[in-house]
């Protein structure tokens, strides 16, 4: 059976990164597929940059990508867009450029950052008025009806989550390298929260026909991390990588 390391959502946290890949060297596993948003945030993107583009991996653009890229000849009012567009070398910029926003790896997986069509949907998780749900098993199906991969891989929510799906297809979210939890804000107001502060991420093991998934729990030193978005200026952020959930003033009671 071949390994793979499955990696998302690293949003330029150097720190549990070198973690992430330190453990997955230490497993001796050399297949690394990253699903992407590899810079953005309230932490040290060029240094993440650097680290991804110089480690062997396969990796495709996330959301956050597409709008460094997208934002890169104007003036942006997402928070921390203009101090990381500021960090990137020209080099990284290329290299973001360069990246599929989808593709098959190895005939096994079918890799997308959100969903098949979308850098900035969920595949797994549906906003209602009420919170975040699942989608049930023939809303998945349908979702993925023109996927022939066993394997779909999928980031964007920060939350690992393993569906097995009734045609016999899985999909796998890693959860999120470089931030446990985020407040989202579009036409409801959410939060996703991975309840712990823990660098994450997954490893598929396969023969093409028999799946073994192992949904990993990397501790690094967040309290670092914490400090870095603090002294970036993110309160928020440093909150969310301390404990992997909302603050209080943040808290939606559904």
Aim: glycine share 6%.
């Amino acid at each position: 059976m071949k390994a793979y390391a499955i990696i998302s959502d690293v949003h330029g946290n150097c720190l549990a990164l070198q973690a992430v890949l330190a453990d997955i060297k230490a497993k001796k596993i050399n297949t690394i597929i990253n699903l992407g948003d590899h810079v953005f945030g309230a932490l040290e993107p060029e240094d993440s940059a650097q680290i991804i583009r110089n480690t062997p991996m396969f990796s495709i653009s996330g959301n956050t990508d597409r709008e460094i890229l997208e934002s890169l000849d104007k003036v942006s009012e997402k928070e921390n867009m203009e101090r990381v567009k500021g960090e990137l070398s020209k080099d990284s910029i290329i290299w973001l450029k360069s990246l599929p926003p989808t593709a098959v790896f190895d005939d096994v997986f079918f890799v997308c950052h959100g969903t098949p069509t979308s850098d900035n949907e969920y595949l797994l998780e549906k906003v209602t008025p009420n919170g975040v749900f699942v989608y049930n098993d023939d809303e998945l199906i349908a979702k993925t009806s023109h996927i022939t991969q066993k394997i779909i891989l999928c980031g964007h929510s920060h939350v690992n989550r393993l569906v097995y799906l009734s045609n016999g297809k899985i999909i796998l979210n890693p959860g999120s390298v470089g931030l446990p939890a985020y407040l989202g804000v579009g036409e409801h107001r959410f939060a996703m929260e991975s309840m712990t502060p823990h660098a994450k991420y997954a490893i598929v093991c396969t023969d093409g026909v028999t799946v073994n998934i192992e949904q990993v729990y990397v501790a690094y030193n967040w309290n670092r991390a914490s400090n870095v978005a603090k002294a970036n200026g993110s309160d928020n952020w440093s909150h969310f990588l301390l404990n992997g959930r909302m603050p209080k003033d943040l808290r939606i009671e559904n």
